[in-house]
């Protein structure tokens, strides 16, 4: 392991108070991944259904799950843009002093990419956990006079 990867091991497991912002970084990826997963699954359970159903409503549940997920996408870009931007201010400090101490500029850009990639792939995990547990409370939605298979909302 190199110097730079155990420093910023050592200086990531040694937070104190930015751990809420680390947190709440998670939990934006979180809430991101989870709404995303949600929304691709309504979209393609509504397409599955139009493509075997001669009903014309089928059709127009698409274009209104279609609608639904280009409105929600702006909002799911903001909101990972501000978990990637979270921490950016407290970890410029840390890594500012890492610099004057003498740290070179690839190994501080390796730890900014190493905190940021830690808390993306965290936060995508548990959105994918979270999309796991809360779908059979989505799949008892109903549209179109009955409810969703898990199989139909399934990503």
Same mark, same amino acid.
Do not use: H, K
């Given at each position: 392991?190199?110097?730079?990867?155990?420093?910023?091991?050592?200086?990531?497991?040694?937070?104190?108070?930015?751990?809420? @912002?680390?947190?709440?970084?998670?939990?934006?990826?979180?809430?991101? @991944?989870?709404?995303?997963?949600?929304?691709?699954?309504?979209?393609?359970?509504?397409?599955?259904?139009?493509?075997?159903?001669?009903?014309?409503?089928?059709?127009?549940?698409?274009?209104?799950?279609? @609608?639904?997920?280009?409105?929600?996408?702006?909002?799911?870009?903001?909101?990972?843009?501000?978990?990637?931007?979270?921490?950016?201010?407290?970890?410029?400090?840390?890594?500012?002093?890492?610099?004057?101490?003498?740290?070179?500029?690839?190994?501080? @850009?390796?730890?900014?990419?190493?905190?940021?990639?830690?808390?993306?792939?965290?936060?995508?995990?548990?959105?994918?956990?979270?999309?796991?547990?809360?779908?059979?409370?989505?799949?008892?939605?109903?549209?179109?006079?009955?409810?969703?298979?898990?199989?139909?909302?399934?990503?």
């Amino acid at each position: 392991m190199s110097a730079a990867l155990r420093l910023w091991w050592s200086l990531a497991r040694r937070q104190g108070p930015d751990r809420l @912002t680390t947190g709440l970084a998670v939990v934006a990826f979180s809430a991101v @991944t989870w709404a995303l997963l949600t929304t691709l699954g309504g979209v393609r359970a509504f397409v599955d259904r139009a493509a075997g159903s001669a009903d014309d409503d089928a059709d127009f549940y698409v274009v209104l799950a279609m @609608t639904a997920a280009a409105l929600i996408l702006v909002p799911l870009v903001t909101l990972g843009g501000a978990a990637a931007r979270l921490a950016v201010a407290r970890r410029n400090a840390r890594l500012a002093a890492l610099r004057l101490a003498g740290a070179t500029t690839g190994q501080v @850009t390796g730890m900014a990419l190493a905190d940021a990639l830690v808390q993306a792939v965290a936060g995508a995990l548990a959105g994918a956990a979270l999309y796991g547990a809360t779908l059979p409370l989505v799949a008892l939605l109903q549209f179109q006079g009955r409810a969703f298979a898990v199989g139909e909302l399934w990503v």
